[in-house]
């Protein structure tokens, strides 16, 4: 729903649990997906944050990512952190989304409904090997992509670029906060149906990084896989527990 200057404003039945301001969506992984297969058959655009702890910590430090946070037409927990945080506010069965299972089941409906797609992200490499691993899964899937190692001065052929290709569906890994900044500023210039940011879901499609094991996965440990693989990541793990810290006096100060 749009407001009298037309800028998108939540529905107020939309079920959403704030933790540290950031609204997340209640809804479970299939209802997010549902949710945005409609967005992407819609004239106007949508977007879709996926947002983790590290996020959270950021739109503490960063007040000129609230703009982005009102706007957003869900955002979804993404990370053990959001769902054991949301336990402090009575919520035992909140969901995770994450954005690398987000885009791999909107592949497979974009492949089932004639969606196409555009990947926006990583290294040249890896971007063009993520667009031929998923031609090799969706044959008859139209996608097409980008690198995300560009400066200002390409940024127009870029834009121009993505419109021209006329996409569904956005995704768009460029790392958190600058990937949700893209959206935001271009969204009305790109008219994109639904735009995701998906962090490092483009390398992971392409296979240049690999996803936790299905045993770190079951055990909520991505984190700890991340770190033990990447150890430069410590400075932004750092986050996690700064991040308990602060859910954890939020909801001591709303039960006092």
């Known amino acids: 729903m749009e407001n009298d200057e037309g800028r998108y404003v939540k529905q107020p039945d939309e079920t959403v649990l704030c933790i540290l301001n950031v609204p997340f969506t209640t809804y479970t992984e299939n209802e997010v997906i549902a949710r945005c297969t409609d967005y992407a058959m819609d004239q106007k655009p949508h977007v879709v944050i996926t947002a983790g702890p590290e996020f959270v910590m950021h739109a503490q430090r960063d007040p000129t990512l609230l703009p982005l946070l009102e706007g957003a037409d869900l955002i979804t927990p993404d990370g053990i952190g959001i769902v054991l945080a949301a336990r402090f506010h009575g ?4 969901e995770r989304v994450t954005g690398v299972a987000l885009a791999e089941k909107l592949l497979a409906q974009s492949a089932a409904r004639n969606f196409r797609v555009f990947l926006l992200g990583a290294s040249p490499e890896s971007n063009e090997k ?23 001065t390409e940024l127009p052929s870029i834009l121009e670029q993505i419109r021209n290709f006329e996409p569904h569906i956005l995704l768009v890994g460029l790392g958190q906060p600058r990937q949700e900044r893209f959206i935001w500023e271009h969204r009305d210039a790109l008219s994109v149906p639904l ?22 996965q079951r055990m909520h440990l991505e984190w700890l896989y991340r770190l033990l693989t990447d150890p430069k990541r410590w400075r932004r793990q750092l986050a996690l527990p700064q991040f308990a810290y602060l859910a954890y006096q939020e909801r001591l100060r709303k039960g006092s």
């Open 91 to 94: 919520h035992s069965d909140l």
């Open 130 to 152: 993520a667009l031929n691993a998923v031609r090799a899964l969706y044959p008859e899937l139209v996608v097409s992509g980008r690198n995300g190692y560009f400066d200002a």
């Open 195 to 216: 735009m995701i940011g998906v962090g490092g879901t483009i390398d992971i499609l392409a296979g240049t990084v690999k996803r936790a094991p299905a045993l770190f």
